[in-house]
């Protein structure tokens, strides 16, 4: 407890250490906390006062008063409001000399200008401020909850609350609320999709031996974010950084330094209300000017209101009411399509676009991974489908519907997908979803598609033992005890393959040979390019259950490999060719390898003939003449 007695000593630790590159007992010595014990009440009260709340600052937003004072301050509307002045002032000297015929209903042209002043405000606010409710209404949700060790207890607290030091417990489903270094897990996978834009979950555990400083944020196996989500497994972490200091801090943190770029719409209107400013003060002068000439000084008088009328006349009143009104419907419009639009300007400038850089996961995709080929030794298979309904069909290689129940080869392999998996499949009301891996829910839809009751199979067959999945084996294997005794193997097919002696064709397994094995990688190569992630299966029979240990894994017998991708959206690919039809130049952004992204990008229609894959080291590079040349 030494640690936390000298709290002093760490108060005011600087936060933007390279964490992951220490053993985990170097960064509990510097925040002064207990892997045991965490933190004591004093250290708790003096680090939210000194670090503040675990929560992302923001810009303040706009108050009534100052959404309504937007609404007047482009060029034109103050344009017009200066005519109106003008034009009032001019009735008012009619009148007071007695001319009320002249001008016939007075002060009427001042009064028509600003009403549509007021109403282009008014409609304007009305909008925005809607907007803004809305927004504030999204950030009032429920502060979610975190378990915490402090003082030797386990306890409930508000995330927002938990500060560097913290001994933080995540489990399955929990919502990773600080960033922080792993002390220990035990089989935790993380959906790092939030940070990173990748769908397939990553496996994390404490390191044994520190990371590089330069490892990139999708490598740091011993860390966990904010924002990310625990598909399995639990760990305990020491929470290193809190609020701003965050990678989501980060990222907020430039967003917020942003500036705001006038529209082009704004840029127009505010030079046609400089052209029409200096236009109308250059009527005015000639024609003071001219009358002077003419007519002498004493039409002096009569020549400042015969060319501020000319003046006021030029001022088109109707034309900001008439943009207030067409973005206003525009902004109507994008709402039915679930866009929140704060400013009305904004509308415009969708319309200005000439490129889209999109997020590929959840955004061009998804976020679903979907098995769509299976290739065994000797044959491969198309399935079809979309999302997790349990709905699609198994079709050979000529195109053909197969049961897949019946084909044996295909059926074992079927089985060892529904066996050697962690993840939940939920098909209740039509609501399809998994909880665990996307991977291995892929598997467990695989399963349901071709008929296989998943519950009655994992009871016929119950789990005794397994060796989950780490980063190290690149594999997980489970054993599982009914009439017989098997052993399921899945994850990289090269390295499975190595384990295997044989490979199941029809009921029988047959020894495999260099042509075979070369056939296999040759396939594996082949899905890989395609735009696929693989998996490769295998199994054995075992005479008695053993423990399960590296040596259980040899011998297997290949059942073959099934080939998933985190499926396109449906309307992706009309979006994409209404783009290129509108001269929008679509551009997909992902962590994907480079030949992956590649078959991904071409099977949505971003990537053309002679599509350019360019890594983010290298986009780091270019200039930004270069980046806009490309």
Not at 469 to 491: H, P
Request: net charge negative; glycine share 8%.
């Amino acid at each position: 407890m030494a640690a936390n007695a000298d709290y002093s000593a760490h108060s005011s630790v600087n936060l933007q250490q390279p964490w992951h590159t220490y053993p985990v007992e170097t960064t509990l010595s510097i925040l002064g906390s207990s892997a045991v014990n965490g933190l004591n009440r004093e250290q708790i009260a003096e680090r939210i006062k000194y670090y503040g709340k675990n929560e992302l600052k923001e810009r303040p937003g706009r108050s009534n008063w100052q959404i309504l004072l937007d609404q007047f301050t482009n060029i034109m509307l103050l344009l017009l409001i200066a005519v109106a002045i003008i034009s009032g002032g001019l009735d008012l000297l009619e009148l007071q000399r007695g001319h009320l015929a002249k001008i016939g209903v007075p002060f009427k042209d001042t009064i028509a200008i600003l009403t549509i002043v007021i109403l282009n405000g008014i409609l304007g606010y009305l909008q925005e401020s809607r907007a803004e409710k809305a927004l504030a209404a999204l950030k009032k949700l429920s502060s979610p909850q975190v378990n915490v060790i402090r003082e030797g207890q386990r306890r409930e607290i508000d995330a927002v609350n938990l500060v560097p030091g913290d001994i933080m417990l995540i489990e399955a489903g929990t919502q990773i609320s600080a960033d922080g270094q792993i002390i220990e897990a035990f089989n935790l996978q993380i959906r790092e999709s939030a940070l990173t834009g990748e769908a397939n979950s990553v496996n994390k555990s404490a390191s044994i031996e520190p990371l590089d400083r330069d490892t990139p944020l999708g490598d740091r196996l011993n860390f966990v974010f904010t924002g990310t989500e625990v598909l399995q497994g639990r760990a305990k972490v020491i929470v290193t950084n809190t609020g701003m200091t965050t990678e989501l801090g980060k990222i907020a943190q430039m967003l917020a330094t942003v500036g705001n770029e006038p529209t082009p719409l704004q840029k127009r209107m505010t030079h046609l209300g400089n052209v029409l400013v200096a236009g109308s003060l250059i009527l005015v002068a000639l024609t003071i000017t001219i009358g002077l000439i003419s007519a002498g000084w004493s039409a002096l008088e009569e020549l400042v209101e015969v060319s501020l009328s000319m003046a006021v006349a030029v001022v088109p009143e109707g034309l900001p009411a008439v943009i207030t009104l067409t973005l206003a419907l525009g902004t109507q419009r994008m709402v039915k399509r679930q866009a929140l639009i704060r400013k009305l300007p904004a509308v415009e400038t969708l319309g200005s676009v000439n490129v889209i850089c999109s997020d590929k996961t959840g955004t061009l995709t998804e976020n679903k991974m979907i098995v769509r080929e299976i290739e065994t030794v000797n044959r491969n298979f198309l399935v079809t489908g979309e999302g997790y309904s349990p709905k699609g069909q198994f079709l050979d290689s000529e195109q053909r519907a197969i049961d897949p129940k019946t084909d044996l080869e295909l059926h074992h392999l079927l089985i060892a997908s529904v066996l050697c998996n962690d993840a939940s499949l939920n098909l209740d009301n039509g609501q399809d979803s998994i909880l665990g891996d996307p991977t291995e829910g892929a598997l467990l839809v695989l399963g349901a598609k071709a008929g296989l009751n998943l519950s009655l199979t994992k009871q016929e067959l119950p789990r005794i033992a397994e060796i989950p999945f780490s980063s190290q084996r690149k594999r997980m294997s489970v054993i599982c005890q009914g009439v017989n005794t098997v052993l399921f193997t899945k994850g990289s097919p090269e390295l499975i393959l190595e384990q295997c002696l044989s490979y199941q064709s029809g009921l029988e397994s047959l020894p495999f040979g260099d042509r075979e094995k070369e056939q296999v990688l040759v396939a594996n190569n082949a899905m890989a390019n395609r735009g696929l992630r693989v998996l490769g299966l295998a199994y054995k029979n075992l005479l008695y259950p053993p423990e399960l240990t590296e040596i259980s894994e040899d011998e297997l017998i290949w059942l073959g490999m099934v080939g998933m991708l985190d499926a396109a959206r449906p309307e992706v690919q009309i979006a994409v060719t209404r783009c290129r039809e509108a001269g929008i130049r679509p551009i997909m952004i992902t962590g994907d390898h480079q030949l992956t992204a590649l078959a991904v990008a071409k099977s949505l229609g971003i990537a053309q003939a002679g599509a350019l894959v360019i890594s983010g080291q290298e986009l780091d590079k270019l200039s930004p003449i270069q980046l806009e040349n490309l």
